[in-house]
């Protein structure tokens, strides 16, 4: 079964910095794999996906992340964060399916907080 | 174009007593996914449906089931209600299942259900 991890249960970074959230997966082919922002008391926002080609996948908000087989990873990053920035995000791998992405299965989430 | 709508957004309900939540999918959507977000237990998949017909199913009880109408909108039901099933459950559609292979999830702001 596949499974996520995200090693960093909260990072608190400053206004301006750099940013880069870890993400690491397990899944026997090649996955779907996507970030989500969720803001306090709201539902996820996608910000970026990769599903094949391009490592190097853009976002929005100015978000890119890069996928490495090798390492089984698809680490977030951002090169200058924002105070709107602060929120918690999730990385997540996607079953490819007979019908598509039938399902998503969720790392526990980092929670970014951002000092001035 | 409108997007994933869940309703109703907050709930109280106490032990034993049975609840229902509606998702409406954005617009030509036709895959409609539930899950439930917990602080102990993270985001987990409930469920998800495709054409009236459930494709996938989570690890779990059967007092979790849902359903899809013609029109893709789709309802949750969770019986005999216990204090662990305070969550916020979130609803998903996709454009998945034709022709079509996004992979992409939308998600709604979920219903933020407290059982007492």
């Known amino acids: 079964a596949q499974s996520v991890t995200q090693p960093d249960i909260h990072i608190t970074v400053s206004e301006g910095a750099s940013l880069e959230l870890r993400c690491n997966y397990s899944y026997g082919a090649t996955p779907y794999l996507f970030w989500y922002v969720q803001s306090p008391g709201q539902g996820l926002q996608l910000l970026l996906k990769y599903f094949s080609g391009d490592t190097l996948v853009q976002g929005i908000k100015g978000f890119e992340a890069e996928f490495k087989r090798s390492q089984s990873s698809f680490n977030l990053r951002k090169p200058s964060v924002h105070w709107s920035d602060a929120a918690e995000y999730f990385c997540a791998v996607g079953v490819r399916g007979n019908f598509g992405n039938e399902k998503l299965t969720f790392g526990t989430g980092t929670r970014l907080t951002i000092i001035p | ?116």
């Not at chain 2, 109280?12 to 609840?19: N, S």
């Not at chain 2, 917990?38 to 998800?48: I, R, V």
């Not at chain 2, 059967?62 to 979130?90: C, H, I, K, P, W």
């Open chain 2, 1 to 116: 174009k409108a997007g994933v709508t869940q309703t109703p957004r907050y709930l109280i309900k106490t032990r034993g007593q049975q609840v229902t939540l509606s998702c409406s999918p954005i617009s030509g959507h036709r895959s409609v996914s539930w899950y439930q977000q917990t602080p102990g237990q993270g985001l987990q998949f409930l469920f998800e449906y495709f054409s009236e017909t459930q494709r996938n199913k989570g690890n779990f009880p059967g007092r979790f089931s849902g359903r899809q109408f013609s029109n893709s909108r789709s309802e949750m039901n969770v019986s005999t209600l216990e204090l662990g099933d305070s969550a916020l459950y979130l609803c998903a559609s996709s454009l998945d299942g034709g022709r079509v292979r996004t992979g992409e999830l939308f998600f709604g702001e979920g219903s933020r259900l407290t059982v007492l």
